[in-house]
């Protein structure tokens, strides 16, 4: 019998979160926004990556929340931590360029990876203004990789984004503007880039060379060719491996029993 | 012995003048001055410049009032209970405020330089990103960089001269005013214990030329002096003490008391227009003081909201404010 669940077992959240999860390696140093990430980041604390360390924006440093905080400010961050402290040393941490991953979220993405999260439409006259950068341009500047969590749309998935808040591997390269690939831009600050995208239809990885986006593995429903409509650019789906591993029965009883039982972030799927 | 920095809430809002520029303690939700913002909009203060590491709610009361004309961060919003400033939003698509983008490391690194007496700090954050558009520098487009108080520049590329590192990003120090903070516990000469993360307190404080800390209580000095390394903040950072308990809800204040998260997914919900805005306002703030918003919010609602001593949040209180 497999461990695998069955599609009634796990809902569109669960499988992002596993997803998620099997991004981070053990022994490394990861830096979580609040929300979806921080329930993978638990999950990979809880399953296959034991020992690696978890960063708050917020200052906790080596966090081991005993339950999911609301956010990074939240005290239950802290609990367990190696040290409480402050921004100063979450960011020059990261810059100093201790962290090895990164967990994002974004409103829009292009084929390189750079992503919106400050406005949609002219920047100047906005249709709407979102949230704004927050850390996101931060940590994916500082980390060696960054993994983003996405709503796939195809107004989402863009030829070009209305602004860029946070580096993909192609980026702007000001005064003037056009695109680089952003080795060119950080110099020994390089570190690296967006490694996956994780969306609700696929997960996306990029030819760190060229800088393009390609589709590595699609979830169970839904097929290449149609994630393919899904995207305003042409994705590459030549190099697509098969479809995405699906959650455990373990990891949705971690999900659902230990991490997020009053479903915060993650609803209950179906349920007898 | 008092040396005379204790004043009051109104005071407090007294303080800060039409068109100062202003920045609080805290992170998103959590330690914001609550009853100082409160008390501003009361006073119907106008023309402020916020100059803020992050934003969060106390940005969205401000803004909706109508009490600020530049908006200088990176983030806002209302962390899970409201997921983007819907008045800051609407006051841009109404072109009715200034905002100017940075990046979350480049504030803190702007308060940091502002904080050690540096005229800018050096990053390597968000190259090839829109933040260094030169179109977007919206301070200058509205011809604001006088080189005083606000920079000649938003932003300027240079090269690293010492190791050869390549491209370095100079952003100017965060020269700011006032800063507002709210604490758990401030001695009677100001000097300050933060529990729990102390976010960018420490170099919001030292980087304001007026630090005002509102606490949840006001203690003896020597109290605190008897364990100086638990210390946040040095007595003589801090210019006025005022003592104000749940000063900060609806936000959130670590070993205290947790998030409202029913109060802000109520405000986000209900403050989307003008009108709503201005109805909550009326019921929330208008025609109160501190002590009868806390009996309109009544004591089943703050003993729920409390911390335990021993976990620092509340148990009681469901996550998710429903």
């Known amino acids: ?272 | 012995m008092s040396n005379g920095k204790r004043i009051t809430l109104q005071q407090a809002a007294e303080i800060i003048k039409d068109g100062s520029s202003l920045t609080f303690s805290g992170f998103t939700i959590w330690r914001r001055p609550m009853a100082i913002i409160f008390e501003l909009i009361r006073q119907h203060r106008k023309n402020l410049h916020l100059i803020e590491v992050n934003g969060g709610s106390q940005t969205e009361f401000l803004v909706g009032a109508g009490c600020v004309d530049i908006w200088e961060s990176c983030w806002v919003g209302h962390e899970l209970y409201g997921k983007y400033g819907a008045n800051l939003s609407r006051k841009v698509a109404e072109k009715k405020i200034i905002v100017e983008d940075y990046s979350h490391a480049e504030m803190l690194f702007r308060f940091t330089a502002a904080a050690s007496g540096s005229p800018y700090a050096i990053t390597q954050t968000s190259l090839g990103t829109d933040i260094h558009n030169p179109e977007y520098d919206m301070l200058g487009r509205a011809g604001l960089r006088d080189g005083k108080r606000i920079a000649k520049l938003k932003y300027q590329f240079t090269e690293d001269p010492f190791y050869g590192a390549g491209s370095q990003v100079l952003v100017p120090a965060a020269k700011v005013d006032i800063a507002v903070l709210c604490v758990q516990q401030v001695g009677e000469e100001g000097t300050v214990r933060v529990n729990g993360q102390y976010y960018s307190d420490p170099e919001v404080a030292r980087a304001a030329d007026i630090t005002i800390v509102m606490a949840e209580e006001i203690v003896p000095e020597e109290y605190l002096r008897r364990n100086a390394d638990q210390n946040t903040i040095a007595s003589f950072e801090v210019d006025h003490i005022v003592e104000c308990p749940f000063g900060a809800h609806p936000t959130g204040m670590f070993g205290r008391y947790d998030v409202d998260g029913a109060f802000l997914k109520n405000f986000y919900a209900t403050t989307r227009t003008q009108e709503g805005y201005d109805a909550f306002a009326k019921e929330w703030i208008h025609g109160l003081d501190h002590i009868s918003y806390l009996e309109k919010l009544g004591w089943p609602r703050m003993l729920k909201l409390r911390a335990n001593t021993a976990m620092n949040y509340s148990p009681r209180e469901k996550k998710g404010g429903n």
């Open chain 1, 1 to 272: 019998m497999s461990n695998y669940a069955s599609p009634e077992e796990y809902g569109l959240a669960d499988l992002l979160c596993c997803a998620a999860a099997h991004e981070v390696k053990d022994n490394e140093v990861v830096f979580a926004g609040t929300g979806l990430p921080m329930v993978a980041i638990m999950l990979a604390q809880q399953t296959h990556a034991p020992n690696l360390k978890l960063i708050f924006e917020a200052g906790t440093l080596d966090g081991r929340p005993p339950e999911i905080p609301t956010s990074v400010g939240d005290a239950r961050c802290e609990m367990g931590a190696s040290r409480a402290s402050g921004l100063y040393d979450a960011f020059s941490i990261a810059q100093r360029g201790y962290v090895d991953m990164g967990f994002l979220g974004g409103a829009e993405v292009d084929q390189y990876g750079n992503v919106n999260t400050t406005c949609i439409g002219d920047y100047l006259d906005p249709e709407l203004r979102l949230t704004g950068s927050g850390g996101n341009p931060d940590i994916n500047s500082f980390a060696k990789r960054t993994v983003f969590i996405m709503v796939h749309e195809k107004r989402r998935f863009v030829e070009n984004v209305s602004y860029i808040t946070s580096p993909g591997w192609r980026v702007k390269k000001w005064p003037g503007g056009e695109f680089v690939h952003r080795r060119e831009l950080y110099g020994a600050a390089y570190r690296g880039g967006p490694s996956a995208i994780i969306s609700t239809l696929g997960v996306f990885r990029f030819d760190e060379q060229d800088g393009h986006m390609y589709l590595d593995t699609y979830h169970s429903g839904s097929t290449p060719d149609e994630i393919k409509t899904q995207c305003q650019f042409d994705l590459d789906i030549s190099r697509v491996k098969g479809a995405t591993e699906l959650p455990t029965k373990e990891e949705l009883r971690l999900i659902h029993e230990l991490l997020d039982p009053d479903e915060i972030f993650i609803p209950k799927t179906k349920k007898s």
